[in-house]
């Protein structure tokens, strides 16, 4: 009797615990991610238990500002260091690391059904975004989830006040209207004026491609670069009339974080500012201007409407020792259903996939529509009007658009006029192409 | 006698050479690395492969506009706090020597600036001036100013909040130094410079300075080669701007290096910084070799 019943309790204990005792595809495995802060990361992070739990695999997100986490990255990457087996790219960054094989090609990874269980449905994802990382031989090397753009934000009860019925068209419009709307202590808008790729750049370029201005004579046939061209220095010259007559104080350093509370906090009447910040801009417990905004394309320049694109993702360290478990980890956070459920626990909307843009629950936490106008349409009409070309997909590119960003300030405090300021970076951007021979 | 002094030689080699391993292991080696590197092309994400390029980098360094404003800035980083430095804290030595009325708590003061790291004194600055909530906006409030400067946002007044930074970091330091160095002066000699009818500052500029020479010149070498060791106190306020103001040589190396990895060019840049700082003390350090024969 008691054989039996000693039996019987190791066949329940068998059979009851046996598939939690499995070995799952990767157990024991710990994936490191050197991330930036920000919505995404922050969600992701916590819905992590989720694939630890389907594959075993821990996940550590190690969290940075924008500026620190890219100099890291690139540390990381460059020195071939293993330390971390995802990280951070924008879209013109997988220039810069695949030549050096910084960064593992994702195909391969993709297609293995014993590594990556869910077809990941790239044909999901907004093309250009996943365009972005691919080299020129097609291959993917990071998946995004993160299609960045920018829309005009406004109030359309001070426009109204003003006597505007609509939000400026152009960016010529958009200084007449600030002289309306700007008063002693009250500015019109809030502008990225910080030299960078990412910050003043993200913000002039538009002007400057509207202006019929570019970064070269012919990309990427003839690199003579153009920044001082007839077009570049209008743009320029509107853009720090525009910072110095109706920015805020404090303008000519500010960052998207100074932008995104300015009108967070409804001290300017509007801003051409980075769509993904609407979820910041209209937070419930922050937000002052709840209600009352409305959205429109970023305006047009004689020479036609350059919205700025760009993406960003995650990819697999090349020296990293876990290529698989991270394959995997990043088909499941971009995923539809994941995507979509950080949109709904969190402020991120800047999704990549098409089938959450058209999901009835994230248009319904997401749309903002105020009677002005509904802000997903705004947000997708942007991205269709996004460029893709926005920033160009070569190494120095950055050190380059950092240099004209230079310049802008210099000619925004006043140290130079604008012909000087952008003649003496295209000099300067001609010493970086010789010294990559590349002129 | 051949032998003692061969076994005298041994003994001072064998006491010498650890220092001297390790001397050549944590400078010499590098500076020659960096030397060499910066005769090379080395950019790892680059399609251009590493290598030789003599004095090519040189030969852009001097095109490059914003190397030459780092130049100027680094002058002016230079030049300004040392001098202001050397002379805050020659006075407040002597205030400190004379025992003047509410002095006596200051050596303990003084040491504060000279302790705090340098990244928390930028903050400090920062918290200090940021225009609406900062200190200078209170203490202006306190007066009845409106005190809504923002300092950082002109590339003259950022600068000159770096110059006042990079004061108020060093001359605690220099005032002990030249404190202890004015308390080994003879009181006998103020003594009868006051009966020959030599005033207080006679006295001083007749006395305290010229013994006080050597040390102030050792002084000013040690302040010249720290003057830009605040690049932390850049990074937290300015970031090298606005528009490149407060960027010196040795930020924009940085830039170079840890932003754009033009690892060569960082390393010539350095190089440079290195010439430059060399031929800045070189007036200094042959005057103390020459004062210590």
Not at chain 1, 255 to 283: C, H, K
Not at chain 1, 312 to 324: F, H, L, P, R, T
Not at chain 2, 19 to 30: D, E, K, N
Request: with cysteine; glycine share 8%; aromatic share 12%.
């Amino acid at each position: 009797m008691f054989k039996k019943l000693t039996g019987v309790a190791v066949a329940v204990l068998i059979a009851t615990t046996g598939p939690a005792l499995a070995e799952k595809q990767f157990d024991g495995v710990k994936l490191r991610v050197l991330a930036t802060k920000q919505a995404w990361s922050d969600t992701i992070e916590k819905l992590a238990a989720k694939f630890t739990e389907e594959t075993g695999a821990t996940v550590q997100f190690d969290q940075f500002s924008f500026g620190q986490a890219v100099q890291k990255i690139t540390i990381e990457l460059t020195t071939k260091s293993s330390a971390y087996d995802l990280v951070f790219v924008s879209g013109s960054d997988v220039a810069q690391y695949t030549p050096g094989g910084f960064l593992e090609p994702l195909s391969a990874h993709l297609g293995n059904r014993d590594i990556v269980k869910n077809d990941p449905n790239l044909a999901d994802f907004i093309p250009a975004t996943l365009r972005l990382f691919q080299d020129s031989d097609g291959e993917q090397y990071a998946l995004p989830h993160f299609a960045a753009t920018q829309i005009m934000f406004y109030n359309a009860d001070k426009l109204k006040a003003a006597g505007f019925d609509k939000p400026p068209a152009t960016w010529a419009e958009l200084y007449d209207y600030c002289g309306k709307l700007a008063s002693p202590g009250n500015p019109c808008t809030a502008m990225r004026g910080k030299p960078s790729v990412s910050e003043n750049m993200w913000y002039y370029s538009q002007m400057m491609y509207g202006y019929g201005g570019r970064f070269f004579k012919d990309y990427p046939n003839d690199m003579t670069p153009t920044v001082n061209s007839a077009g570049a220095v209008e743009a320029a010259e509107l853009y720090a009339k525009l910072l110095n007559d109706f920015g805020i104080p404090g303008s000519v350093s500010a960052g998207f974080d100074e932008v995104t509370v300015a009108m967070q906090q409804d001290n300017v009447s509007l801003v051409v500012e980075g769509a993904p910040l609407a979820g910041r801009i209209l937070d419930a417990k922050l937000s002052k201007v709840i209600g009352k905004l409305g959205f429109a394309l970023p305006p047009a320049g004689p020479k036609g409407r350059f919205a700025p694109f760009a993406a960003q993702g995650y990819a697999i360290n090349a020296a990293s020792k876990n290529k698989e478990a991270a394959a995997a980890f990043l088909a499941w956070s971009t995923s539809s259903e994941t995507m979509k459920q950080v949109t709904l626990d969190s402020s991120f909307l800047a999704v990549t996939r098409k089938s959450v843009w058209d999901d009835a629950e994230f248009r319904k936490k997401h749309d903002y529509n105020y009677g002005h106008g509904s802000f997903a349409a705004a947000y997708e009409g942007t991205l269709q009007a996004g460029v893709e070309w926005y920033r160009l997909p070569f190494p120095e590119f950055k050190a380059i658009a950092d240099r004209v960003g230079l310049a802008l300030q210099e000619h925004v405090v006043g140290s130079k006029t604008a012909q000087q300021a952008l003649d003496d970076a295209n000099k300067d951007i001609i010493t970086i192409l010789k010294r990559a021979s590349r002129l | 006698m051949k032998n003692i002094i061969r076994h005298r030689d041994s003994a001072y080699l064998a006491m010498v050479a650890p220092s001297a391993i390790l001397l050549v292991i944590i400078t010499i080696i590098p500076i020659l690395a960096t030397f060499y590197i910066s005769l090379h092309f080395f950019n790892p994400t680059s399609t251009r492969q590493f290598g030789w390029v003599g004095w090519e980098n040189y030969g852009y360094l001097l095109e490059d506009s914003r190397y030459l404003n780092s130049l100027r800035v680094m002058l002016w980083l230079i030049v300004i706090p040392v001098a202001l430095q050397i002379t805050l804290g020659m006075a407040l030595a002597i205030a400190l020597k004379e025992k003047l009325a509410g002095t006596s708590w200051m050596r303990v003061l003084f040491l504060l600036p000279a302790v705090i790291p340098p990244a928390v004194s930028g903050l400090v600055w920062k918290l200090f001036i940021v225009p609406g909530a900062g200190g200078v906006t209170y203490m202006g409030s306190l007066l009845g100013i409106d005190l809504q400067l923002d300092l950082l946002s002109s590339p003259n007044s950022a600068l000159f909040v770096i110059i006042v930074c990079s004061t108020w970091v060093g001359t605690p330091f220099v005032a002990l130094l030249f404190l202890s160095s004015l308390e080994t002066i003879s009181k006998d000699l103020y003594e009868a410079a006051h009966l020959d009818g030599a005033g207080w500052l006679q006295s001083h500029w007749s006395i305290s300075i010229p013994i006080m020479r050597p040390v102030i010149m050792t002084v000013m070498v040690f302040r010249i080669l720290e003057a830009l060791a605040i690049f932390p106190i850049i990074f937290i306020l300015t970031g090298g701007g606005p528009a490149g103001s407060t960027e010196p040589v040795n930020y924009y190396a940085y830039v170079s290096g840890f932003q754009y990895l033009k690892i060569d060019y960082a390393a010539t840049i350095i190089v440079s910084f290195f010439v430059i700082l060399m031929v800045f003390c070189a007036p200094f350090l042959i005057r103390i070799a020459r004062a210590a024969r």
